[in-house]
């Protein structure tokens, strides 16, 4: 019994990683109840997630990545195609296939054989907002290669006292002695 105990403290204990690359696949496979529970966790803990690192040219952002229209992993050409109608700068990307979880699968036409972007200037937000705290938000992860890593304060850090829980904002504060102060004269 307790082997088992030990084996599964082992098995969860990267379940609150902020670099998603550690997560155990095993725990939980399912992208949007991770999203719930880093929005729940930053949420309690009043600690956002901190977008760490830089590019180091692996390309890997720009190989098999999913497209969200209207909050939605795209499942169907048909949105693709009404994706592209609405928003143009969307017809960089290419289907190349389908996900294990049925969610379309698409690389981009404009990244050149150094991994670097053709029209970097004039690519859309999608890509120059890489890696948006929204795709940790909604469960998603980076590739393991890429220089980005998401940081975040988990359970474990406020509880073995290594992070302090953020303290209120300071200006909130601030505003509401200002406040009392009034009232009481």
Known sequence: MRE???KSRRKNQDFNHARPGALDMDVIQFPPLIGLFRRFRAFVLRRDVEVVGRCNLCGKCCRSILLSDRGRWLRRM?????????APEHGRFRPIGRAEDGLLLF????????NTCSCHDAR???CSNYPSKSLYYRGGRL???CG?????VTFRDVLLGRKPLRPPDFSALLQRKIEQNKDGS
Do not use: H, N, W
């Open 148 to 152: 980005y890593a998401y940081r975040a």
């Open 124 to 126: 859309p937000a999608l």
């Open 143 to 145: 590739p393991d290669d």
């Open 4 to 6: 088992q105990v030990k």
């Open 78 to 86: 048909s949105r693709f195609e009404r994706l592209v109608a609405e």
């Open 107 to 114: 690389d981009c036409a404009m990244l050149a054989g150094d």
